[in-house]
Nanobody
Framework: QVQLVESGGGLVQAGGSLRLSCAAS????????VGWFRQASGKEREFVAA????????LYADVVKGRFTISRDNAKNTVYLQMNSLKPEDTGVYYC???????????????????WGQGTQVTVSS
């Protein structure tokens, strides 16, 4: 079982930056691929970024490519999402999630992630 806790959200002006953290419990976390997803009010949850278990492969949604960077520190059981050049349309609740399969690749698909955090709110003002 893996428990995930997101932090780092907040209110920022357009053009600003935030770094989200996803801290995990469970010694096997380092063997799981992890993704970040977000959900704006009234919209479906969507993929943002993902990283393989070893951190050598990453995926990004087109709308965040070049602005967001996902990384991980397996020694700290933590995955990060550095968000730069934020836009009002980046506003939403951001969730991290882990795939249940050890040594897994990064994936775009929400359905392939089993363990979810409670989310952290990101609000970007114009």
């Amino acid at each position: 079982q893996v428990q995930l806790v997101e932090s780092g959200g907040g209110l920022v002006q357009a053009g600003g930056s935030l770094r989200l953290s996803c801290a995990a419990s469970g010694r096997t976390f380092s063997s799981y691929a992890v993704g970040w997803f977000r959900q704006a009010s009234g919209k479906e949850r969507e993929f943002v970024a993902a990283i393989s278990w070893r951190g050598d492969s990453t995926l990004y949604a087109d709308v965040v490519k070049g602005r967001f960077t996902i990384s991980r520190d397996n020694a700290k059981n933590t995955v990060y999402l550095q968000m730069n050049s934020l836009k009002p349309e980046d506003t939403g609740v951001y969730y991290c999630a882990a795939r249940p399969t050890a040594y897994s690749r990064a994936s775009y698909s929400l359905n392939e992630y089993k363990y979810w955090g409670q989310g952290t709110q990101v609000t970007v003002s114009s």
